[in-house]
């Protein structure tokens, strides 16, 4: 073992001991790399000393060194148990959360007015989170409910935190699909082209998305919509 790996090695405990408490470190790439970094070390190879006065050279095994690096693949062992529990766990919450928030969801987004509408001849507008009015006549309004309803202030950002869960659920082997519908010009691909880049994003180091089809179909003549499925590959 040269200088630098058995400084390393001296070190591990500390270093475990003080990253053990951050759950963001306790991902499955980080107990594969230490594993890796344990299985490089061990057993330590037994170095050369020579004795001074007879010049013999006898091989010495550092066993202190090799009981600390038994005792971190112990700990990496039931790390790696701990850290399974909690991902089925994390799994089957985020099911349940999910099925109590209803499988089926329906959401809608008002666009912002472009350069070319009149702000003024708006026909559509909300006053909650779950509830949208198309003006139908000067003094008939119709209602529409809504699992959630995003006004035209609302963000990318804001889309995104709402179907994250369904995102991850997918990520976790689930099936989900999200589709947009709406009239032409509503802002289907906008909504969804950036939800592709937050999932990247956010997914991407792990990851890697493939968006297998995007397809403009026309529904009954009447809408278009947006369709994207998508499989994720996991790329270590
Ligand atoms: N929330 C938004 N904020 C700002 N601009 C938006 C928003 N939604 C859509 N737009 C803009 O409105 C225009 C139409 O949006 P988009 O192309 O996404 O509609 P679409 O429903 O996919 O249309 P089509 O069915 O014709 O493909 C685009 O210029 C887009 O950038």
Request: aromatic share 12%.
């Amino acid at each position: 073992m040269d200088g630098q790996s058995g400084k390393t090695m001296q070190s591990l405990p500390d270093t475990l001991s003080s990253l053990k408490g951050f759950n963001k470190y306790l991902t499955p790439g980080w107990i594969e790399s230490v594993s890796h970094i344990l299985k490089e070390l061990t057993p330590t190879k037994p170095h050369k000393v020579m004795e001074e006065d007879t010049q013999n050279v006898f091989e010495c095994h550092d066993t202190e060194l090799d009981i600390k690096v038994a005792k971190i693949q112990d700990e990496m062992v039931s790390l790696g148990a701990q850290l399974k529990q909690k991902t089925l766990q994390k799994r089957e919450s985020l099911n349940n959360y999910l099925d109590l928030k209803g499988s089926i969801r329906v959401f809608c987004r008002m666009r912002p007015f472009n350069h070319e509408e009149s702000y003024s001849s708006r026909t559509m507008f909300t006053l909650d989170e779950s509830n949208v009015f198309l003006k139908v006549a000067e003094t008939k309004t119709k209602q529409y409910k809504f699992d959630k309803v995003f006004d035209p202030c609302s963000t990318q950002g804001d889309v995104f935190s709402e179907v994250e869960p369904v995102i991850k659920s997918a990520i976790d082997g689930y099936n989900v699909c999200i589709f947009a519908y709406g009239q032409t010009g509503s802002g289907k691909t906008f909504t969804m082209a950036s939800l592709k880049i937050w999932v990247s994003y956010h997914a991407g180091f792990k990851y890697c998305l493939i968006e297998l089809q995007r397809a403009t179909a026309d529904f009954s003549s009447l809408s278009a919509c947006s369709r994207y499925i998508w499989e994720t590959y996991e790329i270590y």
